[in-house]
């Protein structure tokens, strides 16, 4: 919770969590060998994903985002629209997801020009996470 708690402050703030997290927080076995979906791995998150893959391996992580891939994260990468249930829901399920991390949002800059995106995004996808993360336990 202390690490998506101070991710939500500032770009820098965040950098410094991911730095903190990746070389304090050593997974258990268990956790290695889960896999983990990290929906909104782009941008500002890039640093956990990749803080992840080097935690857990590039076989336990699955980066998704409405991008074209980034040839800077060593995982194996979806384009997703997180608004789209079925192909959220068929990456979970056709890669056997243990964990779905969702950072995908519009922010209150973007979110305040554009409300209607912001809500179909924040709400519709955050509610798609949820309800897939209830479906597929995870």
């Known amino acids: 919770n ?10 820098r703030t965040f950098t410094t969590t991911i730095k903190m997290f ?8 268990q956790w ?3 896999k983990v979906l990290i929906a909104g791995a782009e941008e500002d998150c890039s640093a956990l994903t990749q803080a992840l893959i080097d935690d857990l391996g590039a ?10 891939e980034d ?9 997703l629209d997180i608004t789209d249930k079925a192909t ?8 056997e997801v243990d964990y779905i991390i969702h950072l995908a949002a519009i922010l ?4 305040e020009k554009h409300p209607a995106l912001a ?3 924040n709400v519709t996808g955050g509610t798609n996470a949820l309800e897939i993360a209830r479906d597929y336990n995870c």
């Open 108 to 111: 209150s800059s973007l979110g």
């Open 59 to 68: 076989s336990q992580v699955i980066a998704a985002d409405l991008v074209e």
């Open 32 to 34: 290695a060998e889960k």
């Open 88 to 95: 959220y829901e068929k990456i979970v399920k056709d890669e």
């Open 22 to 29: 990746s070389t304090t927080a050593k997974p258990q076995k």
């Open 2 to 11: 202390t690490l998506f708690k101070r991710a939500t402050r500032t770009p």
């Open 71 to 79: 040839s800077n994260i060593n995982c194996k990468y979806y384009k």
């Open 119 to 121: 809500y179909d995004v």
